[in-house]
């Protein structure tokens, strides 16, 4: 859609691949006066509580030194899409092993960490597009499973992807092969939201995974609404509340199992829309609401953007466009643990 958000990330990203893989080397340090978020006693379940960080734009942090600085223990990191035909590779061009990714993957798990592939984003080409059959899509995913070692993987269905029955059908089967062959591996499926919940795209969606016996968690981006005076906690509450809604009828579940299985990955600061931004402060009772339900899942877009613009200049790929501190909303989502 545009510039900010989730929906044209790859775009961008791809645009500017060059200059990210320069800039991943610089290490975004904390403004004086910003102490570091107290370390938590117990990791979160792999996948719960994972900010989104793109190495394709945005100045990237260095990714070990933004985990001490945080006390955050994971990342959700975008995004990988086909390189010709169904192979993954991330951005659709850099490869699985010996690049830029491998190297932050392996100093997150170094630092401590963990790490959880997004599959997908609203642009480039889509592995769940490109696979001509669920087992096909299967593998993929299954490749970069076994390149990382990973405990949890997110689908980021959105655009012409969740858009399409058969690629929703497809998508579906192939994770239900994959977790056939990992048990122990979370699922995690992100996709587009009305404040009311998922459009009809999203609730066929989760009928599909119910009717295949997936045991996936569900979550919603609730930003980029239309009329831009949107209240934006509000809204990311009543929207989790229609997903929960709609999983708790598809599996035939209570409240409280289905609000176990579902979440959210808000946007931090200024959105794509006119008016329409997140505070900090929106940010913190969004993670309250999490915790009185137990959410499966929060996260946000994204890290790159988790600092104030230079000057109080406008949002961008590397700055919210808001008054916030250096990893404010970061701080805040590692204080989450379900």
């Known amino acids: 859609m545009r510039h900010l958000s989730t929906r044209s990330r790859i775009t961008l990203g791809i645009a500017t691949a060059v200059a990210a893989a320069s800039a991943f080397a610089v290490n975004a340090q904390a403004a ?15 996948g719960m509580n994972g900010p989104y960080l793109y190495l394709g734009w945005g100045n990237p942090p260095d990714a070990a030194q933004f985990l001490q600085e945080t006390g955050n223990k994971q990342l ?5 899409l086909a390189q010709g035909g169904c192979t993954p590779a991330w951005d659709g061009q850099r490869p699985l092993k010996g690049g830029q990714d491998e190297q932050t993957i392996n100093a997150v798990k170094e630092a401590g960490g ?20 669920a087992e096909e899509l299967a593998a993929a995913y299954q490749e970069v499973i076994d390149a990382y070692g990973l405990k949890s993987i997110d689908i980021d269905i959105e655009s012409t ?21 990992n048990a122990d591996v979370k699922i995690y499926l992100t996709f587009g939201t009305t404040p009311a919940g998922p459009n009809a795209n999203g609730e066929d969606l989760i009928k599909k995974g119910a009717e295949a016996g997936l045991d996936a968690a569900w979550a919603v ?9 949107t209240d934006m906690v509000g809204a990311t509450k009543s929207s989790v509340d229609g997903l929960k809604d709609m999983v708790k009828g598809a599996y035939g579940i209570s409240d409280e199992e289905a609000y176990q299985k579902v979440g959210f990955s808000s946007m931090n600061g200024v959105t794509d829309v006119e008016g329409e931004s997140i505070a900090a402060a929106d940010f913190q009772q969004m993670v309250d609401y999490a915790k009185e339900h137990k959410l499966a899942r929060v996260s946000f877009w994204a890290v790159n953007r988790d600092r104030p613009c230079e000057g109080g200049g406008e949002a961008s790929a590397s700055c919210s466009g808001i008054d916030q501190g250096t990893w404010e909303f970061s701080k805040i989502l590692a204080g989450y643990q379900g």
């Open 221 to 229: 981006m609730p930003f980029d609404y239309s009329d831009g005076t």
């Open 76 to 80: 959700t990191m975008a995004f990988i």
């Open 32 to 46: 004086p006066g910003d102490a570091p978020a107290k370390k938590t006693e117990a990791a979160a379940p792999s």
């Open 114 to 133: 963990d790490i959880t592939p997004s599959f997908g984003g609203w642009s480039g080409n889509k592995l769940e597009e490109a696979c001509g059959s």
């Open 161 to 181: 992807a969740v858009e399409s029955e058969e690629v929703r059908q497809r998508t579906v089967d192939a994770l239900k092969i994959v977790q056939g062959e």
